[in-house]
């Protein structure tokens, strides 16, 4: 057998950064397959020695609840969260934005974030999957084109704290995608759009903080 | 700024990429949907009986009661499905309208229609299907559905039927992968499915949608053997609830899922898991008690 199907990942011996995708439980491979095709050479992060060598890490669509449960379990979580507060680039997309909120509202008891984006998110926020939707969003950080974005039980931003920055709005003025430093996150899943516009601009903060570094 | 939409099938699809590298549980009640939440169930499967108790006690098996399928969706946070008869589309009608998030049109149960699968296109809410081969999965996939699991034999304990099951599927699609074009209409034409899902399915050499495997999983070896042979998640019908000690057994299930590659995983979390479901083999059964011959 493949061992993680290591097929699908694309470049895994590409030359650009190293960039990590938690891949515990969700749509990890789909980021990773996007995240190899801008040339960054990915590493499925699962156990706290995959945490070592990566400049960025992503974290994917799936349940916040799970990989909450499992990150703690197999001892990854506290690895990441001393990544994060030294500054590591993260990108978040649904319950990867619940993972790297500092508040959280609507979660089941016990339930932990690894924290660092001064933003207040409330799980599930739109209801059960039929009212899970796709629309156009106008991000201007990511230039004029609208983001055609796909929100899947998704959480939204219910507050944003002074050191985060909202990018996108729904037309009812829900803040949906916010940034801080080298913290990226969003609502909905630009992993399964075909618009790699978000991850281009997570890679960007990744290549400055490795040139930073050097 | 555009209209939103909502029912697309980018949406209903996405939803079950999400809960890929993930355990669906069945409950009855819900202190064991709470139960499976806390144990890192990436979401329940509402149901009164169990397949299990469906098999022991006979009888035609419905859609579940709307009073059930609400505490269950009242009390946990994680996806709630809830399964309809195959054909029935009124049950289907039904659990949309309970706001479900997935709709299991399940041999489970007892089939509302011998000839006609539910047209699914026309709901908001998803649905997932059971299949035994690649054709089945096509031919569902082409009536709407979302997510596909093979089904396996529901309420035995007994692995074999799910590992066959997901065995022929990976098996045609590798065979589709090598096919010229002209192969592809014959292929289309023999495993009685639409020329395009065939042509789509030899050239991503993967199914359109998620395909989870369902059907006999009780131990957290078979869910990893399940995601090694391919699948991208499983559901665990009687298996936890039916063992000794489901909160132990479920949560062992959910990490052997993920670590499906780590033997040293699935050995550690396999200790002192107490009694497994006692299980009936497949070969035991006489045909008409085979659930995984319902639907075609």
């Known amino acids: 057998m493949v061992s993680l199907r290591d097929e699908s990942l694309g470049a895994t011996d590409a030359a650009g950064p190293t960039v990590g995708v938690l891949a515990l439980q969700g749509d990890f491979r789909e980021h990773a397959r996007v995240l190899g095709e801008l040339g960054a050479r990915v590493v499925l992060v699962r156990r706290p020695e995959d945490v070592e060598g990566i400049d960025g890490l ?23 969260k001393r990544r994060i507060a030294e500054g590591l680039p993260v990108y978040g997309t649904c319950a990867g934005l619940i993972m790297i909120a500092d508040t959280l509202l609507d979660t089941i008891e016990g339930q932990r974030n690894l924290g660092g984006l001064d933003v207040v998110v409330r799980r599930n926020a739109f209801g059960s999957q039929n009212q899970s939707f796709e629309t156009d969003l106008d991000v201007p950080a990511l ?37 801080q430093g080298n913290l990226v996150g969003t609502s909905f899943h630009p992993e399964i759009q075909g618009d790699h516009r978000f991850h281009e601009y997570f890679l960007a903060k990744v290549r400055a903080a490795v040139t930073a570094a050097a | 700024m555009s209209t939103s939409e909502t029912g697309s099938s980018r949406v209903k699809r996405g939803l079950a990429e999400m809960l890929k590298g993930g355990v669906i549980m069945d409950v009855v009640t819900p202190e064991q949907a709470r139960i499976a939440e806390d144990a890192g169930a990436v979401a329940v499967m509402a149901l009164e009986r169990v397949p299990a108790d469906i098999r022991a006690q006979g009888g035609v098996a419905r859609m579940s009661d709307p009073d059930l399928i609400e505490a269950i969706i009242a009390e946990v946070s994680i996806p709630v499905m809830a399964k309809a008869r195959i054909g029935h589309f009124v049950e ?196 008409p008690h085979r659930l995984a011959e319902r639907g075609w």
């Open chain 1, 58 to 80: 992503v974290i994917p669509g799936g349940e916040s609840t799970v990989m909450d449960k499992l990150s703690r379990a197999f001892g990854v979580a506290e690895p990441l």
């Open chain 2, 92 to 287: 289907a009608q039904v659990l949309q309208a309970l706001d479900v998030d997935y709709i299991d049109e399940s041999e489970v149960l007892s089939p509302a229609d011998y000839v006609n699968h539910i047209d699914k296109w026309g709901f908001t809410t998803p649905f997932v299907c059971g299949a035994t081969n690649l054709g089945e999965a096509l031919r569902r996939i082409n009536e709407g559905a979302a997510m596909i699991r093979s089904k396996g034999e529901a309420g035995t304990g007994d692995v074999s039927e799910a590992t066959k099951h997901i065995r022929k599927i990976t098996s045609e699609i590798n065979q589709l992968k090598s096919m010229t074009r002209d192969e592809l209409y014959v292929a289309a034409k023999e495993l009685q499915a639409p020329y395009e899902l065939v042509l789509e399915v030899a050239e991503t050499g993967k199914l359109p949608v998620v395909l989870f495997t369902a059907g006999g999983v009780a131990t957290p070896a078979d869910a990893a053997m399940m995601m090694q042979l391919g699948a991208d998640g499983v559901f665990v019908g009687s298996g936890i609830f039916k063992s000794g000690n489901p909160e132990q057994r479920a949560a062992a299930i959910v990490k052997a899922t993920t670590f499906y590659d780590d033997p040293k995983v699935v050995a550690e979390v396999s200790r002192g898991l107490g009694e497994a479901m006692v299980g009936i083999n497949v070969g035991d059964l006489p045909a």
């Open chain 1, 143 to 179: 230039g004029e084109r609208p983001v055609h974005a796909v929100f899947i039980r998704g959480p939204v931003v219910e507050a944003v704290g002074e050191r985060a920055t909202p990018l996108a709005t729904l037309a009812d003025g829900r803040v949906v995608a916010v940034e």
